[in-house]
């Protein structure tokens, strides 16, 4: 079984500008999370999707980050403008289970710096 | 709000040690508890799951109980490899709903095995 696919690993861009991440879950698994893990902190979720329905977007900063799901397969995060505190490395996750005692499986992480 | 501490953050060991990580815990409300792995670079992997109403959970060198009571977790080593080197994270669910539901995460413990 494939695992979840991110990309970019690694992405350096400047205050104010934008970035994408993109993340292929695992073939099959209808719920996708997006988590940002600050360095030296527990990932923290921005975005939980039921195959293309939004479950839980409360800690998304709606003002700069956007996702979608729009096939129910793949996803992409978008932040724009970043700033400074965006740097972090953002983790997509799948599983087969909306809630209860699912297990995660996550993907290798997009490495973001914001200089 | 749950919060989930995991103290300490950083832990060395010699090769051969049993040891153990802890972790916090502040709403007993829970529906599980997990335990992950996370290598440098990389996403994380799933150690073991408990629910709320087990007391442990055992895979090979790797035992986690749960105290839901009293907020507490643990997990056990034995015969400590250098090839556990690694942070471990534990996260819990809640039994609400909306983002009570999701997983919180907790800092984690940087595990070093020294040869």
């Known amino acids: 079984e494939a695992g979840v696919a991110q990309s970019p690993r690694y992405k350096i861009i400047e205050k104010r500008q934008s970035v994408a991440f993109w993340c292929n879950p695992i073939?099959?698994?209808?719920?996708l999370y997006w988590y940002q893990q600050i360095l030296g902190q527990g990932p923290k979720l921005l975005i939980q999707?039921?195959?293309?329905?939004?479950?839980?977007d409360s800690q998304l900063p709606k003002d700069r980050f956007s996702a979608e799901r729009l096939k129910g397969v793949d996803s992409t995060l978008k932040i724009q403008p970043a700033k400074l505190e965006d740097s972090a490395v953002y983790l997509c996750?799948?599983?087969?289970?909306?809630?209860?005692?699912?297990?995660?499986?996550f993907g290798a992480g997009s490495r973001l710096t914001v200089l | 709000k749950q919060e989930v501490t995991q103290i300490p953050a950083a832990l060395s060991v010699p090769e051969g040690e049993n040891l153990v990580l802890n972790c916090s815990f502040t709403?007993?409300?829970?529906?599980?508890l997990q335990w992950f792995r996370q290598d440098p670079g990389k996403g994380l992997t799933s150690l073991l799951l408990?629910?709320?109403?087990?007391r442990e959970q055992t895979s090979g060198r790797l035992n986690a109980s749960l105290d839901k009571s009293s907020g507490r977790s643990t997990l056990y080593i034995a015969a400590s490899q250098p090839g556990d080197s690694a942070t471990y994270l534990c996260?819990?669910?809640?039994?609400?709903?909306?983002?009570?539901?999701?997983?919180?995460f907790g800092s984690g413990t940087q595990l070093t095995v020294l040869p």
């Open positions: 996750a799948s599983s087969n289970n909306h809630g209860g005692a699912n297990v995660l499986t």
């Open positions: 073939s099959g698994h209808a719920t």
């Open positions: 999707f039921q195959n293309n329905g939004v479950v839980d």
């Open positions: 709403d007993s409300a829970i529906y599980n």
């Open positions: 408990i629910q709320s109403s087990q």
């Open positions: 996260a819990v669910r809640g039994i609400s709903s909306g983002s009570a539901r999701q997983l919180t």
